[in-house]
């Protein structure tokens, strides 16, 4: 750790910066595969959206975001699923309120059985 920091400021200030800079910025690595096969990271910072597609290194063709990582920018911008939009139309008193309703018709019903 020491000697590497020797090294770094023997070296010069600025490849000591870029380093620097490097760490600052949020980075991730985003996986692609390309149709025959090969599977292959490109860095990205973490504020870019990841392109859906990237050239293959190893054979040039035309590669494409593996599923971990469009999962990942499915979570960002989430499905609507059913729940969302009740949610959307409903408040958590509303529902309580349907839900005593029904619960209500349906013990009313149990009893209409019971004494018919
Ligand atoms: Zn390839």
């Known amino acids: 750790m020491a000697e590497r920091t020797l090294r770094g400021s023997r070296l010069g200030s600025v490849s000591y910066e870029t380093d620097r800079n490097t760490e600052l910025a949020p980075r991730r690595e985003i996986e692609y595969s390309c149709p025959k096969g090969h599977t ?44 969302d939009m009740l949610m959307e139309r409903r408040s958590i008193a509303d529902l309580e309120e349907v839900l005593a309703e029904r619960l209500e018709l349906l013990r009313g019903r149990k009893a209409g059985r019971k004494s018919a």
């Open 40 to 83: 292959f990271t490109v860095p990205m910072s973490g504020e870019a959206e990841p392109p859906y597609s990237w050239e293959c290194r190893l054979d040039g063709s035309i590669g494409t975001l593996t599923e971990g990582h469009a999962e990942q920018s499915k979570a960002t911008k989430p499905q609507r699923t059913h729940w």
